[in-house]
């Protein structure tokens, strides 16, 4: 599986933005799939997951609210949608594909990564 996020920029606080990931490769429907993101010097770290379906999501505590995560798997994307961000919000973002079934996700569980997006958010 081969994925491309797209979608980053600089947006001020309080702004929306959409984050999109397109998928290649066969059998992404059954790939439980996250966004992770990496602001400088830090970890990367858990941003929001869905399984296979759609059914189930999982956000970190940071974004719960303001994040929303979905998935079209007849287009093998998935977008991640960001309202009321804040500069803490600011890193790279990437998606990520696992076999893991399960929404809950770490950088560890993740077998496929795309490249990253950068989300910068002004104060």
């Known amino acids: 599986v081969q994925l491309q996020a797209s979608g980053g920029g600089l947006v001020q606080a309080g702004d929306s933005l959409g984050l999109s990931c397109a998928a290649s490769g066969r059998r992404f429907s059954s790939y439980t799939v996250g966004w992770f993101r990496q602001a400088p010097g830090k970890e990367r770290e858990f941003v929001a997951g869905?399984?296979?379906?759609?059914?189930?999501?999982d956000y970190a505590d940071s974004v719960k609210g303001r994040f929303t995560l979905s998935r079209d798997n007849a287009k093998n994307t998935i977008y991640l949608q960001m309202n009321s961000l804040k500069p803490e919000d600011t890193a790279v973002y990437y998606c990520?594909?696992?076999?893991?079934?399960?929404?809950?996700?770490?950088?560890?569980?993740?077998?496929?990564w795309g490249k990253g997006t950068l989300v910068t958010v002004s104060s």
């Open positions: 869905i399984s296979w379906s759609g059914g189930i999501a």
């Open positions: 990520a594909a696992s076999t893991k079934m399960a929404a809950s996700l770490s950088p560890g569980d993740m077998n496929y």
